[in-house]
T-cell receptor
Framework: QKEVEQNSGPLSVPEGAIASLNCTYS??????FFWYRQYSGKSPELIMS????GDKEDGRFTAQLNKASQYVSLLIRDSQPSDSATYLC???????????FGQGTELSVKP | GAVVSQHPSWVICKSGTSVKIECRSL??????MFWYRQFPKQSLMLMAT?????????EQGVEKDKFLINHASLTLSTLTVTSAHPEDSSFYIC????????????FGEGSWLTVV
């Protein structure tokens, strides 16, 4: 089992719809969770961080964390074509400083 | 603005030569930096953890003699690809924890290496 798993996609949604990106992780002791967006040919940029169970909202983005289910998700409301990118889920395990990344989900927002 | 800066953004070198990539933390001290490699359409692969003042910690399968990492100051880590070959052509990205931003990892802009 991979430490951090994401559906590779591509996930295609129409403009204005809600895009839902999902991620599961294997280390139950993990405490810090991050979503990064990566445009083709560019480095990842941080969108959201979440540390507590529940929802965290920032503009059109909402991160959801359920530690009991070892599940973290990212919702993008009112999706725009400019949201088309690969979204990386990252988890910081309890030991050590490095992040564990999922393989990324490619999102395509169609005008 | 950017908090982690990489240079150069892209570089072309001849096979057999060495190339150095710099990663700088801007306005903060980074005792630990991370180096990743990413091939087209693939996920990030952690190569090594760079520790200021000590040897880097390499991930399994990464040749430490080929990918030399130096973290001589609290704001600069360098990755040197030695005796580069075309298969080393890739996107190299560094990252660092930014404590003033909630101890979150931020990435540099990345460096495209093409070995011809």
């Amino acid at each position: 089992q991979k430490e951090v798993e994401q559906n590779s996609g591509p996930l295609s949604v129409p403009e204005g719809a809600i895009a839902s990106l999902n991620c599961t992780y294997s280390d139950r002791g993990s405490q810090s969770f991050f979503w990064y967006r990566q445009y083709s040919g560019k480095s990842p940029e941080l969108i959201m961080s979440i540390y507590s169970n529940g929802d965290k909202e920032d503009g059109r983005f909402t991160a959801q964390l359920n530690k009991a289910s070892q599940y973290v998700s990212l919702l993008i409301r009112d999706s725009q074509p400019s949201d088309s990118a690969t979204y990386l889920c990252a988890v910081k395990p309890p030991q050590g400083g490095k992040l564990i990344f999922g393989q990324g989900t490619e999102l395509s927002v169609k005008p | 603005g950017a908090v982690v800066s990489q240079h150069p953004s892209w570089v072309i070198c001849k096979s057999g030569t060495s190339v150095k990539i710099e990663c700088r933390s801007l306005d903060f001290q980074a005792t630990t930096m991370f180096w990743y490699r990413q091939f087209p359409k693939q996920s990030l692969m952690l190569m090594a953890t760079s520790n200021e003042g000590s040897k880097a910690t390499y991930e399994q399968g990464v040749e430490k003699d080929k990918f030399l990492i130096n973290h001589a100051s609290l704001t600069l880590s360098t990755l040197t690809v030695t005796s580069a070959h075309p298969e080393d052509s890739s996107f190299y990205i560094c990252s660092a924890y930014v404590t003033r931003q909630g101890n979150t990892i931020y990435f540099g802009e990345g460096s495209w290496l093409t070995v011809v």
